[in-house]
């Protein structure tokens, strides 16, 4: 099966107080660090939310500022554009990922318990989370999730997350 992946990169950073994207570890960008942390699991990748020469870009869907959903959103349009049977998403800040990513997520639909922005989506998705986000439901990807049975993983580790500077000055002393 063909799988696109996505790297939700159109947040606006609240917490985190500046764009995170660019934020620098290691002196490289964290959308850099994505990016080699998601490649090795799908045929090709797209950044969604914002424009990069790392990939091509797609827009959230079906609008700006509706969080993960509408980065999802996009990608989901995108792929089955572009003949993708799957979508694995992860966020920007998440710059390591399990080796064993895809094989713990597959069969889809199945995404992170922990981080559910982490999951593997069938491309035929696309109508069930369009039903949602024009409906008065949950507006939330646990509740996306819950909608088409994905499934919820434990992996006893919880993936590197960064919500603030102060999580990035940990990971960037932790090595």
């Known amino acids: 099966m063909k799988t696109l992946g996505a790297i939700l990169a159109g ?24 990016f080699e942390a998601l490649r090795p ?16 870009s797609v827009e959230d869907w079906p609008g700006p500022d509706m969080g993960p ?6 990608a989901l349009d995108h ?6 049977d799957l979508l694995l998403t992860s966020p920007v800040d998440c710059v390591r990922l ?18 559910p922005v982490i999951g593997l ?7 069930a989370l369009e039903e949602l986000l024009f409906s008065s439901a949950r507006h939330s990807v646990y509740g996306f999730a819950e909608r088409i049975g994905a499934r919820m993983v434990e992996t006893g580790e ?18």
Do not use: Y
């Open 98 to 115: 399990p080796a064993e990513l895809r094989a713990m997520l597959d069969p889809a639909p199945a995404c992170l318990a922990d981080q």
């Open 41 to 56: 699991h799908c045929d090709a990748l797209v950044i969604v939310g914002r424009s990069s020469p790392l990939a091509p």
């Open 121 to 127: 989506w069938p491309a035929r998705a696309a109508g």
């Open 69 to 74: 959903l509408g980065g999802i959103g996009g």
């Open 11 to 34: 947040g606006k950073a609240r917490r985190f107080g500046s764009d995170k994207a660019e934020a620098l570890l290691h002196g490289r960008p964290l959308i850099e660090h994505a």
């Open 79 to 84: 792929a089955l554009r572009h003949g993708f």
């Open 158 to 175: 919880r993936p590197v997350n960064i919500n603030t500077p102060e999580d990035l000055k940990g990971l960037e002393r932790r090595g």
